[in-house]
């Protein structure tokens, strides 16, 4: 008999549940190391819950611009590892979308029921479209 590991995904029933969970979050993300970004999801209890809940405030800030969720491993510290959400957008509004980013960071940065060390696992950032 096997002994029953802990979940590290609270969502998590059955291994099926995580990738439904990943399918809904494709509806609003183009979604990049697809493998990388589960495993990361299944070390990191409420990462979904947490996604979920930023993805309106993202899009409120960010309506029509294309979103990429990926996966970014730092190559000397494994803490620093995250979820990048890259939000694309064109040279000519730089300016303009970098101090609407910072706007929406300060929001998250706000959000109530998420702990900091969860939200650290998370960084949103500005893609130029012309490498989108």
């Known amino acids: 008999m096997q002994i029953p590991q802990k979940r590290a995904y609270v969502g998590l029933e ?3 549940n995580l990738d439904e969970e990943i ?3 494709s509806k609003h ?3 990049h190391n697809i493998h990388q ?4 999801i ?3 209890e409420d990462l979904v819950e947490y996604i979920k809940s930023i993805t309106p405030i993202i899009d409120k800030h960010f309506p029509d611009n294309k979103k990429c969720l990926t996966f970014c491993e ?3 510290f494994e803490e620093l590892d995250d979820i990048t ?3 694309s957008c064109f040279k000519a509004d730089f300016d303009r979308d970098w101090k609407q980013l910072d706007v929406l960071e300060k929001e ?3 959000l109530d029921g998420f702990s900091t060390k969860l939200k650290g696992l998370i960084s949103v950032d500005l893609w130029v479209e012309k490498y989108f």
């Open 37 to 40: 970004v589960k495993d990361f």
């Open 74 to 76: 730092d190559s000397e």
């Open 14 to 16: 059955f291994g099926n």
């Open 108 to 110: 998250l940065c706000y």
């Open 85 to 87: 959400i890259f939000i």
């Open 42 to 44: 299944r070390k990191n």
């Open 29 to 31: 993300y183009e979604i």
């Open 23 to 25: 399918e809904e979050l």
